[in-house]
Nanobody, 124 residues
Framework: QVQLVESGGGLVQAGGSLRVSCTAS????????MAWFRQVPGKERESVAA????????FYADSVKGRFTISRDNAKNTVYLQMNSLKPEDTAVYYC?????????????????WGQGTQVTVSS
């Protein structure tokens, strides 16, 4: 079983930056494909970014491309999402997700393990 714990959310002004983290336990993180998704109440979960097991391949939703960067430190079993040039429309609960030994994907249905989420609020 894999447990995921997010941290680092908060309130930031538009144009600012924030980094959220997700630490995995229960499995060596190098076996996990990791991703970030986000959700606003009443709306469908939205893909944000995904990263391969080695960190060599990354994928981004068009809405965050050029502003967000996903990275990982397998020695710390942690994946990061650096968010720059934040906009009010980035406000959401951000969820970390993982799946075992497969390729990275932005499809949330392919992920088996989910964290509890961390709130990111961008004020205008």
């Amino acid at each position: 079983q894999v447990q995921l714990v997010e941290s680092g959310g908060g309130l930031v002004q538009a144009g600012g930056s924030l980094r959220v983290s997700c630490t995995a336990s229960g499995r060596t993180s190098s076996t996990l494909v990791m991703a970030w998704f986000r959700q606003v109440p009443g709306k469908e979960r939205e893909s944000v970014a995904a990263i391969s097991r080695s960190g060599g391949n990354t994928f981004y939703a068009d809405s965050v491309k050029g502003r967000f960067t996903i990275s990982r430190d397998n020695a710390k079993n942690t994946v990061y999402l650096q968010m720059n040039s934040l906009k009010p429309e980035d406000t959401a609960v951000y969820y970390c997700a993982a799946r075992l030994n497969l390729g990275a994907s932005l499809n949330p249905q392919l992920y088996n393990y989910w964290g509890q989420g961390t709130q990111v609020t961008v004020s205008s």
